[in-house]
């Protein structure tokens, strides 16, 4: 089992239970899902968005009883934001018109002319369009397939030439590279009812496009009201002014998502990858998680196979420390969605032996200031004892979700069994690296102890451990409480208990891959499943920040200026793996 978790874009093919129930039990996958609502009209598509979340739950309810394959899935909803898109070509949404190199073109904004595109006019929803554009200015339509120069501008049109033609279909994205589009709200009206729908529909969290500010996240919890308070708001940074304004996106927002695709229209090409890297780097470093997304495997949306850079792509962005990776065209319209979520799973699991796990937390403590939260600093001394005892899992008891997240934060090398009552905090478990939620549906017992006791001993089942080794457990204490036995520790209503137990590790679906011998076989250690390859010192000796491979070279300053030196995110540094022989457990 991979510790990176997958997000997959759900589009026709999800309304089916059969293609459902395929994504949840190819190789016990726990899996979120978006739900874009970027290309949905009002009332239809909101009402066949409704029927897929319902689809998904019920195969998720009904692929198995059993406990330990039982995966919670959560489901996201992915708005459109303040994007700009072209009109219907010729008034209806299945037509398509040849735009020819060379050619010239207007862009019209006037509402008369909405459906009016064909191969001479292109009819675009944004009204200052000529404003914010000057002559040599440039205009990419559908991630940059079609790009387009200013020549002239007027009133409510732009002249243009086609500099690089294309098929161009109906309601295609639109990019303005080096404009600022102040004047377009954050949250729209039609953004508005999306997300009203997706808090009637119960959600587990906003997937907020083009966030440009701090601002634009407070608006959209605005929108979300306070029966949407409980939602996650993971912010998707792909504009120019998003990476300007990262720290304070970053600081408003529950996790990340470095989309790709219109970021590397809106940036230089060139620059992008250092982008993802910085984003990455400070995600993990202020403990929230990220998602890299955007063409990971684009080649699988029409073969079964992805090309080599395709592959070494997605392993970059595990190494690089995202918590999350996402397929998007490749399970949304692909012709191989199943196998496009078995090759990613293979990749991600092979990029995680490659990483020195300890060394990276040694990075991450040395780079998070010093804290006094005693959740966190149970949090560091969990994940510092699993790499001292070789621990196979560590086990969680959480409420809220914010014990699992504090440990996948420090990036232990084994997983995260985080056990909840919770259905909702299980869902939203699934953003963090490492975490694999499992509801626990029992009442609590009249003695608090003996509550901790059924819940850890449930953890382990599922697990597959068996009784013998070194628990530890965090439980929030209820108010009224007395005092408790063995090592306890009160703060906040927070409570630290050590008890001692030896466990061995049989069997546990969490394992990773069994490495090939003649390849892989790391030599004069046991055979532990989470020991990373046998890695070359001379590739893999992680390189002083001067001779870093991913120091940034020489950056524009107009657009990095503001970052400091530390770019380089720890996780892109290989690091060292111990064997793993038993489980520690954590509360």
Not at 131 to 151: A, F, P, S, T
Not at 258 to 276: C, H, N
Not at 481 to 491: D, F
Not at 505 to 526: G, I, M, Y
């Amino acid at each position: 089992m991979a510790l990176t978790r997958f997000v997959c874009l759900c589009h026709n093919l999800s309304q089916s239970h059969q293609f459902s129930n395929s994504y949840s039990l190819s190789l016990s996958l726990s899996l979120s899902r978006s739900l874009s609502l970027s290309l949905s009209l009002p009332v239809s598509l909101l009402q066949y968005h409704g029927e897929t979340i319902k689809n998904i739950r019920e195969a998720v309810e009904t692929i198995t009883t059993d406990p330990l394959y039982y995966r919670p899935v959560a489901i996201a909803l992915d708005t459109k934001g303040p994007e700009i898109r072209t009109g219907l070509v010729r008034g209806t949404a299945e037509q398509e018109v040849e735009l020819e190199r060379g050619a010239s073109v207007r862009v019209v904004t006037g509402e008369g002319d909405r459906d009016s595109t064909d191969g001479n006019v292109i009819w675009v929803d944004y009204p200052s369009l000529p404003q914010v554009l000057e002559k040599g200015g440039r205009i990419y339509i559908d991630d940059g397939l079609i790009g387009l120069k200013v020549l002239e501008t007027g009133p409510d049109w732009v002249e243009a030439l086609v500099e690089s033609g294309g098929v161009l279909g109906s309601r295609k994205g639109v990019n303005l590279p080096g404009c600022d589009l102040v004047d377009m709200p954050a949250v729209s009206e039609r953004d508005e009812g999306d997300l009203r729908f997706g808090v009637a529909q119960g959600v587990d969290m906003v997937f907020a496009s083009f966030i440009r500010c701090g601002q634009d996240v407070r608006e959209v919890r605005r929108a979300l009201g306070p029966f949407g308070k409980d939602i996650k708001v993971v912010s998707k940074v792909e504009s120019r002014q998003g990476v300007h304004n990262f720290l304070e996106i970053l600081a408003e927002s529950d996790g990340v998502m470095v989309a790709r695709g219109d970021l590397g229209i809106e940036i230089p090409a060139e620059k992008v990858f250092i982008a993802q890297k910085m984003m990455i780097g400070r995600c993990n470093s202020a403990g929230k998680p990220v998602i890299c997304a955007t063409q990971m495997l684009e080649s699988m949306v029409a073969h079964p196979r992805p090309t080599r850079a395709e592959g070494s792509d997605v392993a970059n962005a595990v190494l690089d420390g995202a918590d999350c990776v996402m397929l998007s065209g490749e399970t949304a319209k692909g012709l191989f969605p199943v196998e496009s979520v078995t090759m990613m799973h293979s990749i991600c699991r092979e990029a995680e032996a490659a990483i020195f796990q300890q060394q990276l937390f040694e990075e991450l403590r040395r780079l998070t200031p010093l804290s006094n939260d005693p959740t966190e600093v149970t949090a560091i001394g969990a994940v510092e004892s699993s790499f001292k005892c070789c621990a196979g899992a560590v086990i969680v008891l959480t409420t809220t979700g914010r014990s699992a997240q504090l440990l996948s934060r420090y990036r232990p090398r084994c997983p995260i069994v985080a056990v909840t009552r919770s259905p909702q905090v299980a869902r939203q478990a699934q953003l963090l690296r490492g975490v694999f939620p499992v509801l626990f549906h029992p009442l609590p017992a009249p003695v608090w102890a003996d509550d901790v006791d059924n819940r850890v001993n449930f953890g382990m089942n599922i697990g597959l451990c068996v009784l013998k080794g070194c628990v530890c457990v965090r439980e929030r204490e209820r108010k009224g409480m007395g005092k408790m036995g063995r090592k306890r520790e009160h703060c906040h209503m927070d409570v630290i208990h050590v008890s001692f137990h030896y466990l061995t590790v049989s069997d546990s679906p969490f394992h990773p891959p069994s490495l090939s011998a003649s390849l892989f076989h790391p030599p004069s250690l046991s055979d532990s499943p989470f020991h990373p390859p046998s890695l070359s010192a001379s590739l893999f000796h992680p390189p002083s920040l001067s001779d870093s491979p991913f120091h940034p070279p020489s950056l524009s300053a107009s657009l990095f200026h503001h970052l400091s030196l530390c770019l380089t995110p720890p996780s892109t540094l290989p690091h060292c793996l111990p064997p793993s022989s038993t489980v520690s457990h954590c509360v």
